[in-house]
């Protein structure tokens, strides 16, 4: 699932990025608002996220999945790069997504949980770290 999810990425394929997941997800995102509720809500936002001119690409170098019966998660750290020109810009970030099996025995994507560390002193967002 991960692996289509970074395929449809580096195609801009939106149908292809959100096939997976659940009409009644709850994702909190990078930014504002809290939380977004819904499928329709989800692909907003990663709608806005294919609109970066150039090459988009996702991956996680060290995915790690736990499985029970009908639930599962997956974590990791997200690695966002965007190509444009002879100009690429990476950013790092902290993902964690719970799936269900559906009646249909597909798994579903129900919740995710993505952020930047915040620096302590300040309080902004860190999205210059890098592994």
Not at 26 to 54: I, K, M, N
Not at 111 to 117: C, K
Request: proline share 4%; hydrophobic share 40%.
């Amino acid at each position: 699932m991960h692996q289509r999810w970074f395929d449809a990425t580096a195609a801009k394929d939106l149908d292809a990025m959100t096939a997976d997941i659940a009409d009644d997800v709850v994702s909190y995102e990078h930014g504002t608002p809290l939380q977004y509720v819904g499928l329709h809500a989800v692909r907003e936002v990663c709608a806005a996220g294919l609109d970066a001119p150039g090459a988009v690409a996702w991956t996680m170098p060290d995915l790690q999945v736990l499985v029970r019966d009908d639930l599962a998660v997956a974590w990791g750290l997200d690695r966002i790069t965007v190509e444009e020109g002879d100009a690429t810009t990476e950013s790092w970030s902290r993902g964690t997504r719970v799936f269900r099996r559906a009646e249909d025995g597909q798994w579903r994507m129900v919740h995710q949980h993505l952020s930047y560390p915040r620096d302590r002193r300040t309080g902004e967002a860190r999205t210059d770290l890098r592994p």
